[in-house]
Each structure stands twice: as structure tokens, then as C-alpha cells.
């Protein structure tokens, strides 16, 4: 990946809703704000761009199900597709420091550059135990790579600013 950042989310009750048929994932109800957020990320409007992956705990869903229901949703052309990982397909899930670390390998970045962002504290303590930084919602993340990853306009330049140059 060429990116410096990566950003997964969870999908239920981060990203959106499901909707169930029995015990089959029929649909998701995608939150407002979400195409916005992780459109943002991947632009680069906040921060660096970002690489924004999916780790979600799927039950016996098939990676054809996932498809479909991601392409229906509208989230399959928000992310990167090579960095969505679901438990179904991975044979782990989100309570194993595993599931994080395949994550970070994928997006091929230490975890100091990978960001979790879902509802759940353990999820999230189990990400931060691999080293990543968490976030419990869409909007927050975004606040939180804007103040943790920005580039500095003397990043851009090269040049100090007059400021950095009276301090020396």
C-alpha cells in the first residue's frame, strides 16, 4: 500500500444497521454520515490519504454475501476491498489480537498507522493490544486522524515556518 494511514471500521452499529432474514444478513442500513467520513479519509481532507479497510464479525456469512450486501449498501466503493476482513472467511474474529494483525500485515503499515473505529470497548481494547489507535465512532475518527496524522505545511514546503526558525 502506498498510503501511510489505515483506517477499518467494524460494520454493525459503526457503519450501519443490519438487517436480518432469520439468521442470514439480509441488508444494511447505512448511518448518514458515513459516505461522507470515509470518502474524506480516502481523499486525503484531513490528514495524509488514508487506506480504509472493513473487520467485522460475520457469522457464517459467505464472502459472496458480503459482497453483495457491501455493493448494495454503497460501502464496497468506499473502501479498499483487499483490507475488509470478515470473521466468516478469516476463521478469527475481533476478540483475537489475530484478526488486528492480519489487518495491520495487509495494509502493510506498523499499528502506530492503523486506526479501529467501532462500538464495542473490547474490540477496541483488543485492537489497542496490537498497538493500533481506536476510536468508538465514524465521526470521532475522523477528528482524530485530522489532529493525529495532519501534514504540516512545512511537510509540503520543506521550509520552516518563521516560527520554528526563531526557536532555534
Given at each position: 500500500?502506498?498510503q501511510k494511514l489505515a483506517v477499518f471500521f467494524?460494520?454493525?452499529?459503526?457503519?450501519?444497521?443490519?438487517?436480518?432474514?432469520?439468521?442470514?444478513?439480509?441488508?444494511?442500513?447505512?448511518?448518514?454520515?458515513?459516505?461522507e467520513v470515509l470518502t474524506r479519509l480516502?481523499?486525503?481532507?484531513?490528514?495524509?490519504?488514508?487506506?480504509?479497510?472493513?473487520?467485522?464479525?460475520?457469522?457464517?456469512?459467505?464472502?459472496?454475501?458480503?459482497?453483495?450486501?457491501?455493493?448494495?449498501?454503497?460501502?464496497?466503493?468506499?473502501?479498499?476491498?483487499?483490507?475488509?476482513?470478515?470473521?466468516?472467511?478469516?476463521?478469527?474474529?475481533?476478540?483475537?489480537?489475530?484478526?488486528?494483525?492480519?489487518?495491520?500485515?495487509?495494509?502493510?503499515?506498523?499499528?502506530?498507522?492503523?486506526?479501529?473505529?467501532?462500538?464495542?470497548?473490547?474490540?477496541?481494547?483488543?485492537?489497542?493490544?496490537?498497538?493500533?489507535?481506536?476510536?468508538?465512532?465514524?465521526?470521532?475518527?475522523?477528528?482524530?486522524?485530522?489532529?493525529?496524522?495532519?501534514?504540516?505545511?512545512?511537510?509540503?514546503?520543506?521550509?520552516?515556518?518563521?516560527?520554528?526558525?526563531?526557536?532555534?
Amino acid at each position: 500500500m502506498s498510503q501511510k494511514l489505515a483506517v477499518f471500521f467494524d460494520i454493525g452499529d459503526t457503519l450501519a444497521s443490519a438487517v436480518m432474514d432469520g439468521t442470514r444478513l439480509s441488508r444494511l442500513d447505512v448511518y448518514p454520515f458515513v459516505s461522507e467520513v470515509l470518502t474524506r479519509l480516502r481523499a486525503g481532507d484531513v490528514a495524509p490519504p488514508a487506506a480504509v479497510g472493513l473487520i467485522s464479525n460475520t457469522g457464517n456469512e459467505t464472502a459472496v454475501t458480503m459482497k453483495n450486501v457491501l455493493g448494495a449498501a454503497g460501502l464496497l466503493a468506499l473502501v479498499d476491498t483487499e483490507l475488509c476482513l470478515f470473521s466468516s472467511i478469516e476463521g478469527v474474529d475481533k476478540t483475537q489480537p489475530e484478526m488486528f494483525e492480519r489487518a495491520r500485515d495487509r495494509a502493510a503499515l506498523p499499528a502506530s498507522k492503523c486506526v479501529f473505529v467501532g462500538e464495542d470497548a473490547q474490540e477496541r481494547r483488543t485492537a489497542a493490544s496490537v498497538g493500533f489507535l481506536v476510536s468508538p465512532h465514524p465521526l470521532h475518527a475522523l477528528h482524530m486522524v485530522a489532529a493525529d496524522f495532519a501534514v504540516h505545511p512545512t511537510e509540503l514546503t520543506g521550509r520552516k515556518d518563521r516560527h520554528a526558525r526563531n526557536a532555534n
